[in-house]
């Protein structure tokens, strides 16, 4: 499994993928339905007799694709040939060539864009609308569609076209972790549960190592403002309908709650007293000089990817201190008492769509059939828990994982991978949170159900028309810059509180409030499809 990073804590656009394609050129267990269909495909013929189709994706997931036990078992309960194609190394080279191949011609029988592209190339005829070929030849497509609204909702475009199927991600999140040694030398016997408890245990921590040169007690990555819930500070749409801050799935900021205005003094506080790693504040920490904090005891708490600790634990803390050991705490109440979750990454993936070529018409059938087996309970099963008898086993009509996710998740490229990754790119299915908790490490295992399942929270995702998503980048290029700025000049005092009402009128006239509306309308359209 690749490491993740972490999502920012500043409000980022979730959903602005690909806004080239406007230029003109809850989480449910992933069960499906109807087991009368296995979904098995069938088609043109290719030269080895079974149905073939060119299926393209970024160079990286082709190669994870290929090492996957799985998918040979797929391809062989289909009766198809896959001839995967590279549209470019990573994510960001594919999304640049992805335009030209479009508007050349040169997109394959099948591929994956962004949900937007999706349905802005849809409508000009450049990709197949597969709502008839749901209704026809995909019962397990169609039922999951009927039982999830949501998914379908997004998916559906207003005149009820499906130009697109995406991936369902996994119900995670970003997880407080901290070394529960260095917190029993400070004298630290329970975690905290509040802000201001949190602060108490920081400055235990500070005076117990005193001694240690630049450490810092709370360090980390990228964006270091966190705990927006436990100030009721993150953007949000509340139960009338009314969307708070620029809409991020909660990751972001609600710049006119009470809320964030507290969050900051609260950063204030923690900068002057130095209990955060300045540079983590300023944004020079580097992936490399944090995890080297966090492994040597130059800080003993952050707040990153849930499979962090288990790097951490692997990846030389207990060789450079025999006591190490890193673990988890829940999320913090919030300041009335009542128990915040965190914002969960997106479920609903719509950077990973499958779309069809008109051009590849008659090969439609085969693969929507094909797609079908994926939704399938027979595919979930393969793709979820991988090879019977090889990565699980049935016991007592529950399947059990007999494969070590740490071996598997190590082993180099070109190399028979008995593992399952939903969170990873292949064919855009359904998730099952369930299993893929259950293949993680031990560590992580030990606390990702019941933390996701009791301590996360997700957010509905919006989908945005064309001329929307271009303003509304165009928009956050300037909002996102000065947002992020001012809010370390706020924090490291380089710019007094005093002008706080002078900083929400700068943002105004960048145009936070535009962007808002935005999303109300966004959402608003949303209701009444």
């Not at 450049?126 to 026809?136: E, H, N, R």
């Not at 270091?224 to 509340?238: L, Q, V």
């Not at 710049?255 to 923690?270: A, R």
């Not at 919006?462 to 809010?487: C, F, G, H, M, W």
Request: aromatic share 12%.
């Amino acid at each position: 499994m690749n490491w993740k990073p972490v999502m920012k804590g500043t409000p980022v656009l979730a959903l602005a993928v690909a806004l080239s394609a406007c230029s003109g050129s809850g989480g449910n267990s992933g069960s499906t339905a109807s087991p009368s269909s296995s979904g098995a495909a069938s088609g043109s013929a290719s030269s080895g007799g079974s149905f073939s189709f060119s299926y393209m994706m970024a160079a990286k997931y082709n190669n994870w694709l290929k090492d996957l036990a799985w998918y040979p078992e797929l391809l062989k309960e289909t009766n198809t040939q896959v001839n995967l194609v590279d549209g470019g190394q990573d994510d960001a080279d594919y999304s640049k060539n992805l335009d030209l191949k479009i508007g050349s011609g040169e997109f394959p029988d099948a591929g994956i864009v962004s949900l937007s592209q999706a349905e802005v190339y849809g409508k000009q005829g450049a990709f197949m609308d597969l709502k008839p070929l749901i209704d026809k030849e995909a019962p397990n497509i169609k039922a999951f569609l009927e039982q999830n609204p949501d998914y379908a909702n997004l998916v559906t475009d207003k005149d009820g076209h499906i130009y697109g199927l995406m991936q369902e991600y996994p119900t995670i999140s970003s997880v407080t972790l901290y070394r529960s040694d260095m917190f029993k030398k400070a004298g630290i016997t329970q975690n905290p549960t509040t802000i201001q408890e949190f602060t108490d245990d920081l400055k235990k921590l500070q005076e117990a190592y005193k001694s240690t040169q630049n450490f810092y007690p709370f360090t980390g990555r990228d964006g270091f403002i966190r705990y927006t819930e436990a100030f009721d500070a993150g953007d949000k749409i509340d139960a009338d309908g009314k969307v708070h801050g620029i809409y991020n799935l909660g990751a972001g900021y609600d710049l006119y709650s009470p809320g964030f205005k507290q969050l900051i003094e609260w950063y204030i506080s923690l900068y002057k007293d130095k209990l955060i790693d300045p540079e983590w504040v300023a944004g020079t920490q580097t992936e490399d000089s944090w995890q080297t904090k966090m492994l040597t005891g130059k800080g003993a708490v952050s707040d990153d990817f849930f499979t962090r600790p288990a790097w951490l634990m692997s990846n030389g803390g207990p060789k450079n201190d025999p006591n190490y050991d890193i673990q988890v705490m829940l999320p913090f109440k919030t300041q009335d008492g009542q128990q915040s979750k965190r914002p969960v990454y997106p479920t609903l993936r719509t950077d990973r769509v499958i779309v069809i070529n008109p051009k590849s018409k008659a090969k439609a059938d085969g693969i929507i059939k094909f797609m079908d087996y994926v939704f399938s309970e027979k595919g979930r099963q393969l793709m979820d828990y991988g090879v019977e008898g090889t990565t699980s086993k049935d016991e007592n009509g529950k399947k059990t994982f007999i494969t070590d996710f740490s071996v598997e998740a190590a082993k180099p490229l070109g190399t028979t991978n008995n593992g399952v990754y939903q969170d990873r790119l292949t064919f855009p299915a359904p998730v099952d949170n369930d299993a893929y908790y259950d293949f993680l490490d031990k560590l992580t295992k030990s606390y990702a159900k019941n933390y996701f399942d009791n301590y996360a929270q997700v957010f509905p995702t919006l989908k945005y028309d064309a001329d929307q998503l271009k303003e509304r980048t165009n928009l956050l290029a300037k909002v996102q810059p000065a947002l992020d700025s001012n809010i370390v000049k706020f924090v490291t005092g380089a710019r007094s509180m005093s002008e706080w009402d002078s900083f929400l009128s700068e943002m105004e006239q960048a145009g936070y409030k535009q962007i808002v509306d935005i999303d109300q309308a966004a959402y608003d359209a949303m209701k009444q499809q």
